[in-house]
């Protein structure tokens, strides 16, 4: 079900597969997740199965436009494992990522064009099987679409951006100083959590772009602007668009690049886990098995694992005694006999 903003609340605008049902409880979770401004899953105790396991699970997931709510998706879904409630709130926000190019002030001729860039964009993202070749094509296409002189890529280590790929160069040296301004400009986006631009100011009116004016600082009509993706849980990597004559990055290409990176931010991060070394999978799958078992659910797997440590710790570490009781005989290994030349006795 869709639930639309209205001058009366949130009503109900669309309902597959038929709306002669009772909507009471997907209205009700709907309205309770736009008054939490987040998305909301509940599993209906009137709708459990005779077991109490399992059964019916509604989600509702706001909808915003321009940061302003829009609607709320409210989905009915049966037997939904835990482990795939997650997945699908995230592909409702990927889904719903496209509406931010909505603007009322957008002409047809124009919204059509940013759908375009935005559909050849993930395309080229997803047509190529590693991350490199992904990037590289995707940072190409981007330079052309944008009228941009260069757009780098960056990866966040775990301490800072690195430099990753650039669209007119095919080799990197870290040394060299355009590459420690471009991943100073991405550190100075990451540190502050947004999208930045040279039309970006504090609440005070100056500038919060020391990083990106450096970085523009060989042209005096020089901009550049900042993008974060993320994976929908740490933002992992940066996109940092370069213009040496201009113009400026206006809103209406700011906003189709945050709608950009939403969409490119989870493709472009399973390419980066899958192009990871076999020995570092291991051992991310082994502490994810490890999160899972320790966690908050499972308690009967989790006392199995206890006691299973416990039981193999005593059997290497425990020290102790056993007495055998059995019949023995003593014998000597050899015989040895003294004669002597006369009778008589040993006195």
């Known amino acids: 079900m869709l639930l639309l903003d209205a001058e009366s609340g949130l009503q109900p605008s669309a309902v ?28 209906p105790s009137n709708k459990l199965d005779p077991n109490g396991c399992n059964g019916p699970v509604i989600i509702a997931f706001p909808i915003y ?16 494992a835990k482990n795939q ?8 926000g990927w889904g719903s990522a496209w509406l931010q190019l909505l603007s009322k002030n957008n002409a047809p001729q124009l919204l059509i064009t940013h759908f375009a860039t935005v559909i050849e964009a993930t395309s080229r993202t997803l047509q190529h099987s590693s991350l490199r070749a992904s990037i590289i094509d995707l940072l190409s296409y981007i330079a052309r679409s944008f009228s941009c002189d260069r757009v780098s890529y960056g990866q ?11 669209s007119d160069s095919a080799q990197i040296d870290s040394r060299s100083s355009l590459v420690r301004r471009i991943e100073a400009a991405m550190d100075e986006a990451l540190d502050q959590g947004t999208t930045l631009s040279h039309t970006t100011l504090s609440e005070n009116g100056h500038s919060q772009l020391l990083a990106h004016e450096r970085l523009c600082a060989e042209t005096t009509q020089g901009y550049a602007a900042t993008f974060l993706l993320s994976n929908g849980v740490s933002t992992f990597a940066a996109l940092t668009f370069e213009r040496r004559q201009g113009p400026a990055f206006d809103q209406t290409t700011t906003d189709i690049c945050n709608t950009l990176t939403e969409l490119l931010g989870p493709i472009l991060d399973l390419k980066r886990l899958h192009d990871r ?7 991310d799958q082994i502490k994810n098995w490890m999160a899972q078992q320790l966690g908050q659910e499972n308690l009967r797997s989790k006392l199995v694992l206890i006691l299973s440590c416990l039981l ?14 059995s019949i023995a005989i003593l014998e000597g290994v050899d015989v040895r006999e003294l004669v002597a030349p006369i009778d008589g006795y040993i006195k």
């Open 16 to 43: 597959w597969p038929s709306p002669q049902v009772d909507l009471s409880d997907l209205s009700r979770i709907g309205n309770l997740a736009a008054r939490k401004n987040e998305s909301s899953i509940v599993r």
């Open 65 to 80: 436009r321009e940061q302003v709510l829009f609607g709320v998706v409210v989905l009915e879904v049966d037997e939904l």
């Open 85 to 92: 409630q997650q997945t699908l709130t995230q592909l409702l």
């Open 156 to 166: 966040h280590d775990g301490h800072s951006m690195q430099l990753y790929a650039l």
């Open 277 to 283: 070394p076999l020995i570092i999978k291991a051992c």
């Open 312 to 325: 193999a710790l005593w059997l290497t570490l425990s020290d102790g005694v056993h007495r055998v009781n």
